[in-house]
């Protein structure tokens, strides 16, 4: 019986080895096949979300300085929100900062018309207030300006609603020149208020703007249109409002003051046309330009109303040509009647226009299909 026994012991315990290392070997699968599972579930969890506007063109608004004839990009800005257009970004420079920043906080058509009665309510004493002594002889004293800046910055602080660069519902960047290096400053956070009032400081007619322990003057001198600021943010779609034509034509000075203003705008020109011309591939410029007619000096308001209605048609021009945003069935006037938008009122794509003073496009190398850049000639 003894061996009997043992034999049938040995059977017996052999048998419930072999489950037993059976049972450890599917629990122990079991449990890394679980394990991979929850990896996998956790991976996917941290793994970001694509966005479904990665691959859409980028789009940047840049405005260009031009002193009082900034009432031009207030008419181009109306039929732009009109059309539904809202960019990603937005650069400033000079004027073009006051109304990019003003812009960047309510980029809708009420903020828009409330810029506009900005604009309307203008005049020399609120934005240049004059002292009891004033005349040509204050451009000869030992001081920083002819001006104080006081009436600009509370046109600024009116316009912006936010207190800060970063608060702007549209990421926007200001340019400054700097007194320090003569380099240039982009606000890109920080005190909105200070950062616009740094970049529109004409020099001689406003003081420089200090901030941080640095003094700043206008940004339109080592940057009026900031095109390349653009781009080298990754803009694929810039969309440049100027104050005046692209191309300017130097008169016959009479003065030697006419003759440094004709230098100054020769230099702020030429590296408009440089950026234009060295484009990247895939890089779509569409460039507002104002008329040629307006104000006939840097204080002169009188003519900001027919200012606002050259950017209008600049706009209008735009929109039919290339198609900004979002066309809307109509438009409401000022007086409360529907009139036709752009896109419909002036006939289809590719027709002759009448009312634009000017306008023009620039394509990077290998954005419409490999071809070299495109410079159209203006609209007539």
Known sequence: MYPAAVSSFAVVFTIFVVATVVLMVLVLRFTLQRAAAARARWLAEEEPEEDPDEDRPRT????????????????????LTEHGFVPDRIYGSSVGAVNGAVFAGDPTREGVQRMTEIWRSLTRETVYPQGRLHGPWLYLQQRDSVFVNAGLRKVIEEGIGYERLEDAVIPIEVVATSLTDGGERWFTYGPAVEAVLASSAIPAIFPPVEVDGERFIDGSVVNDVPLRRAIDGGATRI??????????????????????????MISIHARFA???????????????????EGAREFDDFSTTEALIAQGRDEAAEVIRRYGLGRPEPEVTTPSGVAAPTASSADGPPGGDSGGASGMAVAVGPDAAGGGPSSHPEPGT
């Open 60 to 79: 940047a608004l840049v405005l260009a300085g031009g002193g009082i004839r900034g009432a031009v990009q207030i008419g181009m800005l109306q039929v």
């Open 239 to 264: 969309v440049v409002l100027l104050c005046a034509p692209p191309a300017f034509t130097p008169g016959s000075p009479r003065r030697p003051v006419e003759a440094m203003l004709n230098a100054l």
């Open 274 to 292: 440089r950026d234009l011309a060295q484009l990247p591939a895939g890089v779509e410029v569409i460039v507002c330009s104002g008329g040629e």
